[in-house]
Nanobody, 127 residues
Framework: QVQLVESGGGLVQFGESLRLSCAAS????????MAWFRQAPGKEREFVSA?????????YSNSVRGRFTISSADTKNSVVYLQMDSLNADDTAVYYC???????????????????WGQGTQVTVSS
């Protein structure tokens, strides 16, 4: 069973930056598609960003495009980062890393597409 370990959350002020990391416990022959989702109090979990198994195709939600950057540390996407700049109060949430070995890009924005999930890391932005 693949385990995902997130790190990098914390408390920052409006306009500041944070970088989240997610590491998969198993190095596999096939590359992962990795994604970040977030869930704010009282709201449903929402898609934030993803990097496809090809290591090049990236996706962002409209709310973070231009402020957040997803990247991978290796060709298998076993370690990915989410650089978050210009943070605001609406970014406050628990951020979850998700992964799948499914070689598809069709449903990367859907949480049901992913097989493995991290425990979540809290990001709080104070105004």
């Amino acid at each position: 069973q693949v385990q995902l370990v997130e790190s990098g959350g914390g408390l920052v002020q409006f306009g500041e930056s944070l970088r989240l990391s997610c590491a998969a416990s198993e190095h596999t022959f096939s590359p992962y598609t990795m994604a970040w989702f977030r869930q704010a109090p009282g709201k449903e979990r929402e898609f934030v960003s993803a990097i496809a198994y090809d290591g090049r195709t990236v996706y962002y939600s409209n709310s973070v495009r231009g402020r957040f950057t997803i990247s991978s540390a290796d060709t298998k996407n076993s370690v990915v980062y989410l650089q978050m700049d210009s943070l605001n109060a609406d970014d406050t949430a628990v951020y979850y890393c998700a992964a799948t070995l499914t070689q598809s890009r069709k449903d990367v924005r859907r949480d049901s597409f992913y097989d493995f999930w991290g425990q979540g890391t809290q990001v709080t932005v104070s105004s």
